[in-house]
Nanobody, 115 residues
Framework: QVQLVESGGGLVQPGGSLRLSCAAS????????MAWYSQPPGKERELVAG???????NYADSVKGRFTISTDNAKNTMYLEMNSLKPEDTAVYYC?????????WGQGTQVTVSS
């Protein structure tokens, strides 16, 4: 059972930045895939950024050039660097991993972009 704990959410003004963290209970090297999803109010959860074991990444069109997914294997932590934030980025953000064909989700962290 993999435990994922997110942190770093909060209230930020449009144009601002945040860095979300997702601390895993085991080594990231065991994960086949890692990702961040967002769920805006009243909408379905959607993929924001993904990272495969081979290092390849993919991003939602709406965040390309603004968000970056990365990892620190020494800390067993995955990050989502979010820049130039917009009000439409407001959502609960979840980290997600796949290991041995099992899927795990974090509890979510709220990001609110508002002036």
């Amino acid at each position: 059972q993999v435990q994922l704990v997110e942190s770093g959410g909060g209230l930020v003004q449009p144009g601002g930045s945040l860095r979300l963290s997702c601390a895993a209970s085991e080594s990231l090297s065991s994960f086949y895939a890692m990702a961040w999803y967002s769920q805006p109010p009243g909408k379905e959860r959607e993929l924001v950024a993904g990272l495969l074991r081979d290092g390849s990444t993919n991003y939602a069109d709406s965040v390309k050039g603004r968000f970056t997914i990365s990892t620190d294997n020494a800390k067993n932590t995955m990050y989502l660097e979010m820049n130039s934030l917009k009000p439409e980025d407001t959502a609960v953000y979840y980290c997600y991993v796949v290991v041995l064909n099992y899927e795990y989700w974090g509890q979510g962290t709220q990001v609110t972009v508002s002036s």
